[in-house]
């Protein structure tokens, strides 16, 4: 199996535009995903969108004159990749208080408990 590449912070925000995006999407495209919700400026965008490219993350599809991009690496593999790594960060702490702090801070739905509750059941003793 491939290694995932590593991805900060900033790039995630990048990711999560392409992976909302039901289609290819062109570096303009991108910004403007961005224009209420960020200070971050065009340049600094389009240079996390080339990192992204040369770290394998997202492909480029170069058509004629006009770049558009597109995810390489699944939205559902970067995040088991991340919490595998924030896992290995933490081992040697224990997990149980670790839980609590998460639930206790966030926002749960009906469902989401639900589901917990299931994979719980599921992982048994």
Known sequence: MQEQPRIT?????????????Q???TAN??????????????KTIRTL??????KGAVGIDETGRI???YPL??????????????????????LKP???QFLSEQKLSEQDIAELKDLLDKRGP
Do not use: C, N
Request: hydrophobic share 40%.
């Open 9 to 21: 912070e900033s790039e995630w925000e990048i990711m999560k535009v392409l992976w909302s995006s």
């Open 23 to 25: 289609k290819r999407m």
């Open 29 to 42: 495209e991108i910004i403007t995903a961005f224009k209420d919700h960020s200070d971050w400026s065009p």
């Open 49 to 54: 969108i080339t990192r992204l490219v040369q």
């Open 67 to 69: 770049y558009t991009y």
């Open 73 to 94: 690496l699944q939205e559902e593999e970067g995040v088991r990749t991340e919490a595998q790594s924030f896992m290995r960060k933490v081992r040697g702490h224990m």
């Open 98 to 100: 670790l839980l609590a």
